[in-house]
């Protein structure tokens, strides 16, 4: 299991595609990445650096996008059951990482995970895919109907009740009985802790 907090989440997720990439390339056994069951970030800053880094390279084509989109939904999945399922060799198809992202709405570093979706599968194979016309594949219409990859969970801090000034709950999380414990979140969406994560996984 991976689990990231802030800026940690960004570096994580570049490690996970590296090695990803490895698997791919024969550096790293299958069996070994495999073991990757869960990622969780909370505090995450990866929707913003995403948006940042698209911003600064506005140029980069449609089917790129298409691409890391359809890779978002080959390695990631919202569906807890995959940490219940077989993800060992003798299964083709692996099952997914599941990911699990936590966030306070008054974190100002933080969001929950919106931009990361995909309507590809966990373990499908990336060049068996028919590619989507380029001028359709990122249309307000075509990315509400894929699936966000992420399990989001908007917390609420412990503190923002009893002391409106604390206002930076940027380092709350560990301390947040939310955090490790499922429920529903702020919104009434049912969500599932760390607690729970670690003890499936």
Same mark, same amino acid.
């Given at each position: 299991m991976v689990v990231a907090h802030s800026l940690g989440s960004t570096i994580s997720m570049d490690a996970l595609l590296n090695l990803h990439n490895l698997v791919e390339e024969g550096g790293l056994e299958s069996d070994q990445w495999r073991r990757i069951r869960a990622f969780v970030s909370l505090g995450t800053a990866l929707e913003k650096t995403k948006f940042f880094f698209d911003a600064q390279n506005p140029g980069l084509s449609a089917s790129y996008q298409q691409w890391r989109s359809d890779l978002y939904g080959h390695l990631f999945t919202s569906d807890f059951?995959?940490?219940?399922?077989?993800?060992?060799?003798?299964?083709?198809?692996? $099952?997914?990482?599941?990911?699990?992202?936590?966030?306070?709405?008054?974190?100002? $570093?933080?969001?929950?995970?919106?931009?990361?979706?995909?309507d590809v599968q966990p373990g499908h194979a990336l060049s068996a895919l028919e590619p989507s016309p380029l001028q359709d594949a990122f249309s307000p219409a075509a990315l509400e109907k894929m699936n966000v990859v992420a399990q989001?969970?908007?917390?609420?801090?412990?503190?923002?009740?009893?002391?409106?000034?604390?206002?930076? $709950?940027?380092?709350?999380?560990?301390?947040?009985?939310?955090?490790?414990?499922?429920?529903?979140?702020? $919104?009434?969406?049912?969500?599932?802790?760390?607690?729970?994560?670690?003890?499936?996984?």
């Open positions: 059951h995959a940490l219940q399922r077989d993800n060992s060799a003798a299964n083709p198809l692996t $099952v997914g990482i599941y990911w699990a992202n936590y966030w306070y709405y008054t974190d100002i $570093v933080s969001n929950a995970i919106d931009s990361y979706r995909s989001n969970a908007r917390l609420g801090s412990r503190f923002a009740v009893p002391n409106p000034l604390h206002i930076w $709950v940027h380092s709350d999380y560990f301390g947040d009985d939310e955090f490790w414990r499922s429920g529903n979140d702020k $919104v009434g969406t049912p969500y599932h802790g760390l607690l729970e994560i670690l003890l499936t996984a």
